[in-house]
């Protein structure tokens, strides 16, 4: 994978575990999916709701639950035409482990916010977000 997300402070220690499908690998920093009750994944993730940023890797078939941060200032990779500012939403990109600007209509139906910016950036950029920051 690339753009692994990058914990700069984690915040009140707000964890889930999660089960997540028994094959398949993800790393440490991969901003996962939810797909059914408690199912983690990486594949289609920008479709889905967002689960939380995996705290642990899964390089092996077999593992079938991980924990997940939920609430913490994290560096992110951003993509996208339109540059975030301070204060803006991040939401799940088309590009694995990225974030983008979203609208406020967006954040709000299906779940795919991932928190706020807490600075602007350029496309490419590592910028960090408060993850669940709403």
Known sequence: MANE???V??????HMQVDVAVSGT????SLLGLFDPQIGSVTGVQSAP??????QDKVQDGVDSISLSKYAVWDLVHSGTLLPNAGD???????INSVSVIP???AGSGGR???IFTQDATNGERVQVLVGGF
């Open 26 to 29: 993800f790393l440490k920093g």
């Open 89 to 95: 939403i991040a939401g799940l990109s088309t590009d």
């Open 104 to 106: 406020v209509a967006i």
């Open 5 to 7: 997300a990058e914990l």
């Open 9 to 14: 402070q984690d915040l009140e220690f707000r």
């Open 113 to 115: 916010a991932v928190g």
């Open 50 to 55: 967002f689960a939380g940023i995996a705290l």
